[in-house]
């Protein structure tokens, strides 16, 4: 989660909400990513997907089986999609996310049975330093 947190920090530098995000396999950081919605004038730039598209290169193939992706906020309904078709299997997530949170708080699309994978999730692993980050950040987007 640490190394998370410093791909969060380095959104936050660039002026992105700071959310991060790394891939894991067999103990080894294969992948990582930050937000760059606003950067890329992109939607779909989430710190998940990046981290997910960079793994998914790494290891030559969509199915990330065996892989852990680490992540500082719970994953949207977006980033839940994309780690159910990557055949993710696990799932660790620093805070929760109260309006758009899909491992857990709004629902759980991580542990849908109706759908053809499900991952293991672990929540609110260094939670404070995770919220305290986002909080700094629109606090201060706020008095801008």
Not at 40 to 50: F, G, L
Not at 94 to 115: F, H, I, Q, S, V
């Amino acid at each position: 989660m640490r190394l998370a947190i410093e791909e969060a920090k380095k959104a936050q530098t660039v002026g992105e909400v700071p959310i991060g995000a790394v891939v894991v396999k067999d103990g080894e950081i294969i992948a990582s990513g930050y937000n760059r919605r606003e950067t890329s004038k992109d939607p779909t730039n989430h710190a998940e997907i990046v981290a997910i598209r960079r793994a998914s290169q790494e290891l030559g193939g969509w199915r990330l089986v065996g892989c852990t992706l680490v992540v500082t906020l719970e994953p949207c309904p977006m980033c839940a999609g994309a780690i159910v078709q990557s055949r993710i299997e696990r799932v660790v997530y620093g805070t929760d996310d109260p309006k758009a949170g899909c491992a857990g708080t709004l629902m759980n699309l991580l542990d849908e049975p109706r759908l053809n994978h499900q991952a293991d999730v672990v929540s609110g692993v260094l939670s404070s330093e995770c919220s305290a980050l986002l909080s700094h950040f629109f606090r201060e987007l706020r008095k801008k």
